[in-house]
T-cell receptor, first 111, second 115 residues
Framework: DADVTQTPRNRITKTGKRIMLECSQT?????MYWYRQDPGLGLRLIYY???????NKGEISDGYSVSRQAQAKFSLSLESAIPNQTALYFC??????????FGPGTRLTVL | GENVEQHPSTLSVQEGDSAVIKCTYS??????FPWYKQELGKRPQLIID?????GEKKDQRIAVTLNKTAKHFSLHITETQPEDSAVYFC??????????????FGKGTLLTVNP
């Protein structure tokens, strides 16, 4: 089974701070994704990457940036966090059957 | 782009009853339709999926149906149990090989099964 880990699992920060959320996977899958989840809005795609040199914006990329440091690692950064970025963030990989396999999530609170 | 509508947003049933969640999609090129279950505080997990060349798929108490002409698909849970209580997400995926992959989620349905 693929395994996806996210760090930190919970983070509270203040407006204007820079935050990095990290995602790692152990099975060498090329495709990695970052989503945010808000109540009533479902899962919305922030960024996705098909390999180390291929980064693409999703539907809500403003205010976020990403880095694919290696095939196994895909980081999401908030350069200057704001309160409406308070959400649950999920990293996911696409497995061979085209399904999304999600990490455990990071709960971010911006005060 | 693709638009996926999911209804209802909340659903409450008595234990043992059936539950049905419906989704419609707009992109006729979508060819793969997974359903995810997210229990409180946990990650979404795939529970069943259906490909565009199939009309129905069943796995024990859950089933999914697809009507390509009408562009809608549904999740059916029979003999519901309290542990079925969760948020359920549908998704529509268009995949035609290589980097041609586009996934859109519905907004989710909160299912509550009352004992």
């Amino acid at each position: 089974d693929a395994d996806v880990t996210q760090t930190p699992r919970n983070r509270i920060t203040k407006t204007g701070k820079r935050i990095m959320l990290e995602c790692s996977q152990t099975k060498g899958h090329d495709r990695m994704y970052w989503y945010r989840q808000d109540p009533g809005l479902g899962l919305r795609l922030i960024y996705y990457s098909f390999d180390v040199k291929d980064i693409n914006k999703g539907e809500i990329s403003d205010g976020y940036s990403v880095s694919r440091q290696a095939q196994a690692k895909f980081s999401l950064s908030l350069e200057s966090a704001i309160p409406n970025q308070t959400a649950l963030y999920f990293c996911a990989i696409r497995t061979g059957m085209n399904e999304q396999f999600f990490g455990p999530g990071t709960r971010l609170t911006v005060l | 782009g693709e638009n996926v509508e999911q209804h209802p947003s909340t659903l409450s049933v008595q234990e043992g009853d059936s539950a049905v969640i419906k989704c419609t999609y707009s992109d006729s090129a979508s060819n793969y339709f997974p359903w995810y279950k997210q229990e409180l505080g946990k990650r979404p997990q795939l529970i069943i999926d259906i490909r565009s060349n199939v009309g129905e798929k069943k796995d024990q108490r859950i089933a999914v149906t697809l009507n390509k002409t009408a562009k809608h698909f549904s999740l059916h849970i029979t003999e519901t149990q309290p542990e079925d209580s969760a948020v359920y997400f549908c998704a529509a995926i268009r995949f035609s090989g290589g980097s041609n992959y586009k996934l859109t989620f519905g907004k989710g349905t909160l299912l509550t099964v009352n004992p």
